[in-house]
């Protein structure tokens, strides 16, 4: 059975703490691993991995996939309170071209 | 502005009673995609269509019908068999070609409580 794996499920941390979310995955013909934020209600786009070893960041956010081990990081450093949201991280199944989502990361900035 | 937009927002449902959440995109996307959220279960996929007048099962669709009649709509009809429709719904879109880089967009969502 596909699945995508997420961890911690929570997370509580304070202004400018540095956090990294993991998210390792079992899906047939994996095609391309992308990280979301969902903050109240759309989840919006963060990145797009394909290629193993290369980061892709945006600002204070970053991310790298390793398909050797199947697993991906996002890293966001110098964290601040709008950072607070729940990260979702989903799979594209080659072929069905279908989304294998985690549970999430829900992450909790304190001032 | 091109975009997903579903509707209703919120949306009260008594038992026994059928309901359509609408989804309509304007961004030629072929591929669209009915989710549900629960807290703690991430997003789990109901019911997905790669083109117009074709849909697939998704993870859980027992309970749900979809349609795709036209490329922009792809309506959700929760009907009176889904033992516990009270949850976040979540519609997406993608180009759905296979082999590109399917980044999924996401609408607003619907809110459904059985009362």
């Known amino acids: 059975e596909d699945k995508v794996v997420q961890s911690p499920l929570s997370l509580v941390v304070h202004e400018g703490d540095t956090v990294t979310l993991n998210c390792s995955y079992e899906v047939t013909n994996f095609r391309s691993l992308l990280w979301y934020k969902q903050e109240k209600k759309a989840p919006t786009f963060l990145f797009m991995l394909?290629?193993?070893?290369i980061e892709k960041k945006s600002g204070r956010l970053s991310s790298i996939l390793d398909k050797k081990e199947l697993s991906s990081i996002l890293n966001i450093t110098a964290t601040q309170t709008g950072d607070s949201a729940i990260y979702l991280c989903a799979v594209v199944q080659g072929g069905s071209e279908k989304l294998v989502f985690g549970k999430g990361t829900k992450l909790t900035v304190n001032p | 502005d091109g975009g997903i937009t579903q509707s209703p927002k919120y949306l009260f449902r008594k038992e026994g009673q059928n309901v359509t959440l609408s989804c309509e995109q304007n961004l030629n996307h072929d591929a669209m995609y009915w989710y549900r959220q629960d807290p703690g279960q991430g997003l789990r996929l109901i019911y997905y269509?790669?083109?117009?007048?074709?849909?697939q099962k998704g993870d859980i669709a027992e309970g749900y019908s979809v349609s795709r009649e036209k490329k922009e709509s792809f309506p959700l009809t929760v009907t009176s068999a889904q033992k516990n429709p009270t949850a976040f719904y979540l519609c997406?879109?993608?180009?759905?070609?296979?082999?590109?880089?399917?980044?999924?967009?996401f609408g607003p969502g619907t809110r459904l409580t059985v009362l």
């Open positions: 394909t290629s193993s070893g």
């Open positions: 269509s790669q083109i117009v007048n074709d849909f």
């Open positions: 997406a879109s993608s180009t759905g070609l296979a082999g590109s880089n399917n980044e999924q967009f």
